[in-house]
């Protein structure tokens, strides 16, 4: 329970499954620094790999999970979210860099700002339908990111949320999203195609900045370009 104390050393070592149960139904902000203490972060949480949160949270708080060390992350490989998640709050998992897989669930509406921002050892990000907005920076510095399933419910993507993916392979198709932000894609250097169908969708200044592989993009006549959007790109339109 979120309850619970914890003294130093408890998991070192071990490689350990947290289950998290919330009464309330949403985890607190800085739950986790609460929970363990970061008077030595490294060494209470060294043995945890995997996170499951319970079914009948709704929300995660703003830097949930986040560290003011790192690298007490570096070790964590896993986290379950459950199908009662609606929201995903700013650095909620921010630099969980031992972190290779994500799945979204349904029910999840938004993700915040710098979320997920420096997973670097996310490679896979599957978002069910549902989500309608991906804050600024959410998966900023994703850098062994190569696959991402941005949903046809999406409206809105932030400034930086892609930003520096720079592995990043898979074909984007945004079908209902209406504002591209600043630098959303930037530096995504493997990005091979985009498609763009909003109709007046509005793109944001260097949002596909230095994507060098970038060959064919799509977008609608009516849509609004801001400055230098495909600038360093060899892009056919």
Excluded: W
Excluded at 16 to 32: A, H, Q, R
Excluded at 60 to 66: C, E, G, K, T
Excluded at 106 to 121: E, H, L, P
């Amino acid at each position: 329970p979120d309850s619970a104390n914890f003294g130093n050393f408890v998991f070192n070592g071990d490689a350990v499954k947290l289950i998290i149960t919330v009464d309330s139904g949403v985890i607190p902000k800085e739950f986790l620094c609460s929970v363990f203490s970061y008077s030595a972060p490294v060494r209470k949480i060294l043995g945890i790999q995997e996170i499951v949160i319970s079914e009948g949270i709704t929300s995660i708080s703003n830097y949930a999970f986040s560290a003011n060390d790192s690298s007490c992350h570096t070790v964590l490989k896993k986290i379950s979210l459950p199908s009662t998640l609606t929201s995903i709050g700013s650095y909620a998992f921010n630099n969980c860099k031992g972190l290779t897989e994500l799945v979204i669930p349904k029910g999840v509406t938004s993700i915040g700002s710098n979320a997920f921002q420096g997973c670097t050892g996310l490679t896979s990000v599957m978002i069910n339908d549902g989500l309608i907005s991906i804050s600024s920076y959410a998966f900023c510095g994703c850098t062994n990111l190569t696959r991402v399933t941005i949903p046809d419910s999406v409206t809105s993507i932030g400034d930086y949320a892609f930003a520096d993916c720079t592995k990043l392979a898979s074909d984007i198709t945004l079908k209902n999203v209406a504002t591209i932000g600043i630098n959303a894609f930037y530096n995504c250097k493997a990005l091979p195609k985009v498609e763009m169908l909003s109709r007046g969708v509005q793109i944001g200044d260097n949002a596909f900045f230095n994507c060098i592989s970038l060959e064919t993009t799509t977008v609608p006549d009516s849509a609004n370009f801001g400055n230098f959007v495909f600038n360093g790109d060899a892009v056919k339109l």
